[in-house]
């Protein structure tokens, strides 16, 4: 699935991924490939990104908002 993390200021990740989790208002979650389209509001904390290849990252937010449709994920982030 193809996974993009935006914030106002710049496009901090965009790339193909297998697994990412995310900060919920209600814990973390994560988002598979296939997973049933959702919009989510996303809590200050960090957010986990398994590529294809195995290689994690780890992106720190401020807060913001998660949709997945499509395989797409799209994430607007508070730096």
Same mark, same amino acid.
């Given at each position: 699935?193809?996974?993009?993390?935006?914030?106002?200021?710049?496009?901090?990740?965009? $790339?193909? !991924? /297998?697994h990412v989790q995310l900060p919920g208002k209600e814990g973390? %979650?994560? &988002?598979?490939?296939?997973?049933?389209?959702?919009?989510?509001?996303?809590?200050? $904390?960090? !957010? /986990?990104?398994?590529?294809?290849?195995?290689?994690?990252?780890? %992106?720190? &937010?401020?807060?913001?908002?998660?949709?997945?449709?499509?395989?797409?994920?799209v994430v607007l982030a508070e730096?």
């Open positions: 699935m193809n996974l993009e993390i935006v914030t106002p200021d710049e496009k901090i990740f965009e $790339g193909e !991924v /297998k973390l %979650f994560g &988002i598979l490939n296939n997973h049933a389209p959702i919009v989510s509001t996303l809590v200050k $904390g960090r !957010v /986990k990104v398994e590529a294809i290849d195995g290689d994690i990252q780890y %992106f720190e &937010i401020g807060g913001g908002v998660v949709e997945m449709n499509n395989n797409k994920v730096k």
